[in-house]
Structure formats: structure tokens, C-alpha cells
């Protein structure tokens, strides 16, 4: 069964949408994009808070960027994983522990041209900051 375009998925709407189909709703978003869940524990609450992000691969690893759009601070979601970088990840109805890492310079150059593959805007995005945009390798627990 093919899966359903989500590009109108936002949000809140996105994770309930992807959890509630194992990403038959959620997984497939704008420009060919492929998303996965994010949940890390809030760094004041507590709490898990979970986050659709654009995703990439590298090896058995998974990919995302840090851009917030290219904010001058990190999105909420990445200053949680640098206080608890255990986190959970569901790529479409599998959901495992991962471990979350900022990946090194080296290791960033390439890994950024393949996350700029997937979504050509972290080029621009990367232009509008004075901040370092981080890359995020995702490694299964």
C-alpha cells in the first residue's frame, strides 16, 4: 500500500498523524522528503517531547539537522539531546532507543551535502546564521 503524502502536516498534528498509521501518514512529506520522530526528554520538565524532522541515512545510522529554519539559537529539541542524548526515535512503525551525537567536522562535511540532497534549503538556511548549524548522527541502541 503506498503511503500517503503528509507536506500538510505540521507539528502536533504531524506526530499523531505518523504515530496513529506507522508513518503510512507522516513519513512521506514536501519535495520528496522522508521524516521520522524525534522524542528527547525536555531538559527543564522533563517531559518527552517528540518532533518530526527531516531525515537522511549514513550506513545503519540516521541523519537530521539542527537548523530551526536557520534561527540564531538551536531548535529546543537539540539543546534537550545535548542535557540526555538518549533518545527515541521512530522511523515508520519502527520505533528502537538511539543514541544522539553531534557529528564531528569531519564527519559533518559529507554527511551535510547528503542532508542538503534532501532538503536543499539547510544551504540557505546555513547562510541566514552566524551560528554553526549542527549535524546529528542518530546511532541505534
Same mark, same amino acid.
Given at each position: 500500500?503506498a ?5 500538510? @502536516? ?11 498509521t506507522?508513518?503510512? @501518514? ?13 522524542? /528527547?526528554?525536555?531538559?527543564? /520538565?522533563?517531559?518527552?517531547?517528540? /518532533?518530526?524532522l ?18 540564531d539559537?538551536? +531548535? ?8 540526555? +542524548? ?18 564531528? +567536522? ?13 532538503? +536543499?534549503?539547510?544551504?540557505?538556511y ?16
Amino acid at each position: 500500500m503506498a503511503r500517503q503524502d503528509a507536506s500538510h @502536516l505540521f507539528g502536533d498534528e504531524h506526530v499523531r498523524s505518523y504515530r496513529e498509521t506507522g508513518g503510512e @501518514l507522516g513519513h512521506d512529506w514536501k519535495k520528496g522528503t522522508s521524516i521520522l520522530l524525534l522524542t /528527547t526528554k525536555g531538559r527543564k /520538565t522533563g517531559q518527552p517531547r517528540t /518532533t518530526p524532522l527531516i531525515y537522511g541515512t549514513a550506513g545503519e545510522d540516521y541523519v537530521i539537522v539542527a537548523s530551526k529554519g536557520g534561527a540564531d539559537e538551536p +531548535p529546543g529539541w537539540y539543546a534537550n539531546l545535548q542535557s540526555e +542524548p538518549e533518545v527515541e526515535v521512530q522511523v515508520l512503525d519502527d520505533r528502537f532507543t538511539a543514541h544522539a551525537r553531534t557529528a564531528t +567536522p569531519d564527519e559533518k562535511v559529507q554527511l551535510w551535502e547528503r542532508m542538503v540532497a534532501e532538503w +536543499p534549503d539547510y544551504d540557505a538556511y546555513q547562510e541566514s546564521t552566524d551560528r554553526e548549524i549542527p549535524v546529528v548522527v542518530l546511532e541505534r541502541r
